[in-house]
């Protein structure tokens, strides 16, 4: 049974950072590819960035370039999001997830497991 455990969401100002965790098991994930994704009360799910698993180069949304850092340490079984200048409009629950097909997509899609998501709320 595949479980996606993110954490480390929270509360912060506007330029402040914060760094996701999101912790894999119950399966190998070699040839997956991982990624975020946020959504924000009202909106529609919105992709974030996502890398392979086994690395590379990692796809970022525009809203996120050079924010933001996508990352997994495959022996630790975790991928992270490094979040930096943070705005409100950054403020949405976060998702870690896996397509275990390993596409490079920004499709919510084509990710078949998901983690229960961790809040991220930045005020201005």
């Known amino acids: 049974q595949v479980q996606l455990v993110e954490s480390g969401g929270g509360l912060v100002q506007a330029g402040g950072s914060l760094r996701l965790s999101c912790v894999a098991s119950g399966r190998a994930f070699s040839g997956s590819r991982v990624g975020w994704f946020r959504q924000a009360p009202g909106k529609e799910r919105e992709y974030v960035a996502s890398?392979?698993?086994?690395?590379?180069?990692?796809v970022y949304a525009e809203s996120v370039k050079g924010r933001f850092t996508v990352s997994r340490d495959s022996a630790r079984s975790t991928m992270y999001l490094q979040m930096g200048n943070l705005k409100p409009e950054d403020t949405a629950a976060y998702y870690c997830?896996?397509?275990?097909?390993?596409?490079?997509?920004?499709?919510?899609?084509?990710?078949?497991?998901w983690g229960q998501g961790t809040q991220v709320t930045v005020s201005s």
């Open positions: 890398i392979q698993w086994s690395g590379g180069t990692p």
């Open positions: 997830a896996v397509d275990t097909l390993g596409r490079i997509s920004t499709s919510a899609l084509l990710y078949n497991y």
